[in-house]
């Protein structure tokens, strides 16, 4: 078994950081203290802390002005959704509004595919569903799932929706051994979202919407309370 790698102090001081933004510590547009200042406190070197500032400045929660400081970026008004995984790693509670934006950016997703698809696409998300029956175990029908998703996506032939599903998906990796209850058993997870691939093979755009729709509000509800089961044994164990 490989070795898990160690935190270092950069990887230390990053997480105490961005803690500490994301909590409001350090409001947006605020400038954070002197570096020394801030070296001192957390007993680190100027190094450590420009290590951990580079970091934070390339996933977007920090920008540096040379003679200026070091300010907090307004990440909820210039950010992009490339920061949805960290900020659900901060807080759970950023799931309930990335599943809205699932339920609408899916069903449009599954309408526009109906319209669009070639017969080879067709075939492979059919291909892809008859995977997700067969896989075994959860995490394995989660992540065969997750491939029809991308698939359906792609069958649109607007390379911004693939690019939104893989975003969402993105944003659901610091949870996602929480959100596997729509995938414990493999054949039920196949015939939820059967409707779905069959109305995109009978190009009936309509019928994918309203599919779409009831699949993702079904596997949301389902996620949902898995996800609050989770938070109640972490409370529990605390």
């Known amino acids: 078994m490989e070795a ?17 933004i994301l909590a409001g510590r350090h409001p947006a547009g605020s400038y954070l203290p002197p570096e020394r200042e801030l070296a001192d406190g957390f007993g680190v070197n100027r190094t450590t802390l420009k290590h951990a500032f580079g970091r934070l400045a390339q996933s977007g929660l920090l920008e540096t002005r040379h003679g200026v400081g070091t300010r907090v970026r ?11 995984p960290m900020l659900v790693r901060h807080s759970p509670d950023w799931i309930g509004e990335i599943f809205e934006v699932r339920r609408s950016i899916g069903a449009l997703i599954a309408e526009r595919a109906a319209d669009r698809a070639t017969e080879a696409q067709v075939a492979e998300l059919r291909a892809l569903l008859a995977a997700v029956g067969d896989a075994d175990g959860a995490d394995d029908v989660q992540l065969a799932d997750a491939e029809v998703h991308r698939a359906l996506a792609r069958a649109t032939g607007n390379r911004v929706y693939v690019l939104l599903t893989n975003t969402l998906f993105n944003a659901y990796l610091p949870v996602r051994a929480a959100l596997v209850g729509p995938f414990t058993e493999a054949g039920a997870a196949h015939d939820r979202l059967a409707p779905v691939v069959e ?16 699949y993702l509000s079904a596997t949301e509800r389902i996620m949902l309370e898995g996800l609050a089961r989770s938070h109640e044994r972490r409370d529990g164990a605390l």
């Open 4 to 20: 898990l790698p160690r935190e270092t102090v950069v990887d230390v001081l990053e997480k105490r950081l961005r803690e500490d």
């Open 74 to 84: 307004d990440f909820l008004r210039l950010g992009g959704a490339d920061l949805l």
């Open 199 to 214: 109305a995109v093979a009978a190009r009936d755009s309509e019928a994918a919407r309203v599919a779409a729709g009831a």
